[in-house]
């Protein structure tokens, strides 16, 4: 019998593009999605209302305790990850998340059949820690070279095989049973290591320790993560949705092809252009 998929997106903090990302991304790539169960994780449940997804509630308790009381609100995207496989129907045993910002360019299946027990997905490989000529990963071995710490599976220090996997998609086969323990590593290097990337860091810590293969998915996907592109597509986003409503899923879906989000070349020039006079003064 065919695995059975959950395709999981994780949207709050009030701003629309968030919101609109996640609802975006569904119609989008509905063809595919409509095969498999939907879950989106959120704190404006309202938004996704008839929508064909499963809504699981972030409540103000929820993301205060696992943004560790506000230091690293990257803490709710484990832990709604959780949430979310832990309340999968039964027959579900792959989960794949993807942040609000991307989208599929081939078809998930692509992915989803390497998301094995023994295998986990990341959207891509940034590089060993140890010799990283990114200032980001760096922070890492500064904050943790020739050091051990405690955790929940015992004593944690890098290794020469320690690697940054960026997280922009997850997939997880629900028999691995990292994410409680990719959390508490979370928990434990946030005080340690000045980084905004420690949720990605510690999922790929996890799967290397539990001795997962770790494989990347970058050639299947695109986003609109970067400023310019984020600044052209959410007012687009945001006319859509303002032009027919929050939550009218089946017209949004025969209109959806209306959303384009790439930027024209004369918008990319003109973001550029103002950057560089912006740079001048």
């Known amino acids: 019998m065919q695995d059975r998929i959950q395709h999981v997106l994780i949207c709050y903090g ?46 103000y308790e929820d993301m205060r305790r696992w943004s560790l009381e506000g ?75 020739d050091k051990e710490v405690d955790y929940a599976l015992g004593k944690y220090s890098l290794t020469s095989e320690s690697r940054m996997w960026r997280s922009s998609l997850i997939g997880i086969h629900h028999e691995q049973q990292l994410l409680k323990d990719a959390f508490d590593l979370f928990q434990t290097l946030s005080p340690l290591v000045p980084a905004h ?8 810590e996890i799967a290397r320790i539990k001795g997962l293969q770790i494989r990347e998915a970058k050639k299947y996907l695109n986003d609109w993560s970067s400023i310019g592109r984020k600044n052209y597509a959410t007012p687009v986003l945001n006319e859509f949705f303002s032009t027919y409503g929050e939550t009218d899923f089946s017209k949004h879906l025969s209109k959806v092809e209306e959303i384009k989000i790439n930027r024209p070349a004369r918008i990319f020039l003109q973001q550029k252009l103002s950057r560089i006079l912006s740079n001048r003064n």
């Open 14 to 59: 009030g701003k629309s593009g968030y919101y609109h990302g996640a609802k975006y991304q569904i119609l989008r790539n509905f063809q595919w999605y409509k095969h498999h169960d939907i879950c989106v994780v959120t704190d404006q449940p309202h938004l996704f209302e008839n929508y064909p997804v499963k809504v699981i509630p972030l409540t």
């Open 71 to 145: 230091q690293n609100h990257f803490g709710i995207k484990i832990n709604g990850l959780l949430e979310a496989t832990q309340s999968a129907d039964s027959g579900v045993c792959k989960s794949i998340l993807l942040d609000t910002d991307m989208f599929w360019t081939a078809n998930p299946e692509n992915v989803a059949w390497r998301v094995q027990k023994s295998s986990i997905i990341f959207y891509e490989d940034e590089g060993q820690i140890f010799g990283s000529r990114n200032k980001s990963i760096q922070l890492y071995e500064n904050a943790l070279r």
């Open 197 to 204: 990337t420690i949720e990605q860091f510690s999922l790929g």
